[in-house]
């Protein structure tokens, strides 16, 4: 998604990383179109897809109540985008080991780790996502017992066992429009919705700076910059598109 893959679409056999399990709730692509028609009007063959995904997150983020920065441009667009290659991504199960090898492929630390993981401070989660966390939780109990119980109870009326309305799901926090540091402070309170949320509690390291980030939306956001900033800074892209959805 670094090199704006994640844009291309599927073409004949070749299934893109757009219609990749992890992406399926991914839409609005339009929005990129618009940017970069406007942008090759004004100077053409100049700015990346890559960099449009990368100043259009910074944007959302901004116009959520967050903070700005300044992002890194002059990334190039990727040629190749596998829905398989999902799979690279962080799943909404991992535990903690697996997150943190995740992260540090990529040479992200844990304080990343923490500060991107903010992030779920926006956005909505269809219930397959959490299903693990709320129905045969394990052979022993049906609910993970981390979970605040009228909390847990509130997110099986709506993802019933045998869901079957295929937009069902929850708000990734109770103020998931607004970028703050919600999402630390439900944390704590047992009233995340992923695994991989509730994994950053299990290490003394982890829990600490949620701790942290949960006192202090300041601190949140500083971490968060940075970690943004490291991250449109990978590379891995080779040419400039004229049309965000196909290679030239």
């Known amino acids: 998604g670094c090199d704006a893959s994640v844009l291309l679409n599927s073409k004949g056999k070749n299934k893109a990383e757009k219609d990749g399990p992890p992406n399926i709730s991914l839409h609005a692509f339009y929005v990129i179109d618009e940017a970069k028609k406007a942008l090759e009007t004004s100077c053409p063959g100049v700015v990346s897809c890559a960099d449009i995904l990368a100043l259009a997150a910074r944007d959302a983020v901004f116009l959520s ?5 300044d992002v890194p441009k002059g990334r190039k667009d990727g040629r190749i985008s596998l829905a398989t290659e999902t799979r690279q991504l ?7 080991s697996q997150l943190q090898q995740n992260f540090a492929q990529r040479g992200l630390t844990i304080e990343d780790l923490v500060a991107l993981s903010g ?31 009228s909390f847990a109870a509130k997110l099986r009326s709506v993802c019933p066992a045998h869901n079957k309305a295929k937009n069902a799901g929850s708000p990734l926090d109770s103020s998931n429009l607004v970028f703050d540091n919600a999402y630390y402070k439900l944390l704590l309170q047992g009233k995340s919705i992923f695994s991989s949320d509730q994994a950053l509690l299990t290490t003394p390291k982890t829990k600490a700076l949620v ?5 202090s939306q300041e601190a949140f956001e500083k971490a968060f910059v940075t970690s943004m900033i490291k991250m449109s800074s990978l590379s891995g892209g080779q040419e400039i598109r004229l049309d965000c959805r196909v290679v030239r």
């Open 65 to 69: 109540g967050g903070p700005t920065w």
């Open 90 to 96: 962080p799943a909404p199960t991992f535990n903690i």
């Open 119 to 149: 992030g779920h401070t926006l956005g909505f989660s269809h219930c397959s996502s959490f299903q693990n966390r709320i129905h045969k939780f394990n052979a022993t109990v049906d609910v993970d017992p981390t979970m605040q119980p």
């Open 211 to 215: 701790s942290k980030f949960a006192s």
